[in-house]
């Protein structure tokens, strides 16, 4: 996908943060979908995503205000869309520039990497606009971009060890796996290098995990005093916590919560058999939100009596009765697909999802899916 300068560069890139060339690579590839500039006013320019979030959180007061009237800041994430070519997300940019050009050069990600520019500091830079330059060297200085970040945000031991899933929570979201991100980045390993990305933490709580088994950790952890999110998504904040109580522990500090790290953590609990952060039927996100705000917890009774209200007034108007009939039934199947929505939620609780990459089919020769041989050494 990348000329052999780029490849060359990911490669010092690579040995740089000590992994794999392939690891590096795989990321790229999939972060820039076979895409690295677009032509922009006649010039090649690195892609970019305007974050009007992240611009409504840098203003104050007048420009706050007029960024909102222009459409170009939302106090929620998301809450301004992206248009689907380049050359109108750039013209986003300029017009930004125009309330507070420090805050509009710090509001949107860029490159293959998709790296946000508020992060220019972190990243080493002396200015956004360095940043921005940097970018706009091509492939090379995105890649750059890229690999600043996995270093300076924690996520070179995830690709050092090959664990995808984890690096992919930490560098794509909490919504990595929505986007498959850390199968395609496994996949685009496998075809690169030829081997399969096993890791050591395979069957371990680290990130990505999510579940039953994730709130317990994280309950233990508020007990043992660090301060954490008990919501069963072992993400970068979590990371931090287990890595903290490695450190003091005086045990590998990893960020993976294995077998030695979980013992050190169960003196905390209260008897052998509790379980701490286990949800109650009535604690889990289905039984408290609902679904779609009219089966689930406490919509479910309001959405009955609304319903069976209804039922009443119409009963009494001829030749309506069979409307109020129905509003009947309407009201007990909202009930019984409340308790069942109730129901699978406090089921999936109990479970736990390691996010572990599930591989293809694999004969020790040739994959299933791929006959390509190996691009990278």
Do not use: C
Not at 47 to 66: N, P, S, T, V
Not at 332 to 339: H, K, N
């Amino acid at each position: 996908m990348f000329d052999p300068a780029t490849a060359r560069a990911i490669g010092e890139l690579a040995r740089g943060l000590k992994v794999e060339p392939a690891a590096l690579y795989a990321v790229a590839e999939v972060e820039s979908e076979g895409h690295v500039t677009a032509r922009v006013n006649g010039k090649d320019m690195p892609l970019i995503r305007w974050e009007g979030h992240y611009f409504d959180a840098r203003l104050k007061g007048a420009q706050r205000e007029e960024a909102r009237r222009q459409k170009l800041a939302s106090p929620i994430v998301g809450g301004i869309k992206n248009p689907s070519s380049q050359p109108a997300r750039w013209d986003i940019v300029a017009r930004a520039m125009k309330i507070n050009r420090q805050a509009a050069l710090e509001s949107f990600s860029i490159g293959l990497g998709q790296v946000m520019t508020a992060h220019w500091r972190k990243l080493g830079f002396t200015s956004v606009d360095a940043m921005i330059d940097r970018a706009k060297e091509g492939a090379a200085g995105q890649i750059d971009l890229m690999a600043r970040y996995i270093d300076k945000f924690g996520l070179a031991d995830e690709l050092q060890r090959l664990d995808f899933t984890a690096f992919a929570r930490g560098y794509n979201g909490p919504g990595y796996a929505k986007g498959g991100y850390h199968i395609k980045m496994a996949a685009a390993y496998r075809r690169l290098s030829g081997k399969v990305p096993v890791s050591d933490a395979t069957g371990m709580l680290r990130m990505g995990a999510r579940g039953a088994k994730v709130r317990e950790l994280q309950a233990l952890l508020v007990r043992a005093g660090y301060a954490v999110n008990i919501d069963g998504d072992y993400g970068p904040a979590t990371k931090t916590a287990v890595m903290a109580f490695q450190k003091a522990q005086r045990i590998a500090v990893d960020g993976v919560a294995g077998p030695q790290t979980m013992k050190r953590l169960e003196s905390f609990k209260r008897a052998p058999d509790e379980q701490p952060g286990k949800q109650g039927v009535t604690e889990t996100p289905e039984a408290k939100e609902g679904l779609g705000g009219i089966a689930g917890g406490v919509s479910v009774e309001v959405a009955k009596q609304a319903v069976e209200q209804a039922a009443e007034k119409t009963s009494f108007i001829p030749g309506l009765e069979w409307v109020s009939a129905v509003l009947s039934v309407i009201a007990v199947l909202l009930v019984l697909g409340g308790l069942v929505w109730i129901g699978w939620g406090w089921w999936k609780s109990r479970k736990t999802d390691e996010g572990d990459v599930v591989e293809p089919p694999y004969d020790g020769d040739v994959f299933a899916t791929n006959d390509a041989d190996p691009v990278l050494p």
